[in-house]
């Protein structure tokens, strides 16, 4: 959403302090709204939109088209984030070794899929083995933590983002 505002705004060749203006609504509302930071609410939306001389339905389609498709190209080894940006979903898949002592905990679900490999999860005083194939699935808040048991296992997590950039870089 913030991606479609910015770019009708800019192609007005408006600041934000003048949609602010038209809008009603607060320039650092609007600078989170334009950031993904925050969502607008349907009344606030149609502010904006009015703002920007559109309909909250253009905003959200242009939204949409935007950010609809991403192709995420197969790397060696680490950590790939199979969906790039500020979504509401975070996947990222791991390969290789993981730091065993590191425990983990999510304030969202989590689902773990092995793609290929093997490995160990601890969760809730369970070691749980997971081969190629097999999926866990953990509730937000469990504490857990895993380990590769299996030379270039491959690992895909999926959760709901948290607003995701901060929760990868600082906890995996």
Known sequence: MGAAVRRRRRALELTLAVVSERSGLSVPFLSQIENDRARPSASSLERVADALRTTAMKLLAAADSACA???????????????????????????????????????NDELMFVVEGAVDVEAEGQVHRLESGDTLFLSGGVRHRWRATVPATRLLVVSVAEHIDATFDSRR
Do not use: K, M, N
């Not at 990222?92 to 425990?103: C, I, N």
């Open 69 to 107: 498709v991403d192709v995420v190209r197969a790397e060696d080894g680490g950590v790939r984030r199979l969906v790039r940006g500020r979504h509401q979903i975070s996947a990222p898949e791991f390969t290789g070794d993981h730091d065993v002592g590191r425990e983990l905990q999510y304030r």
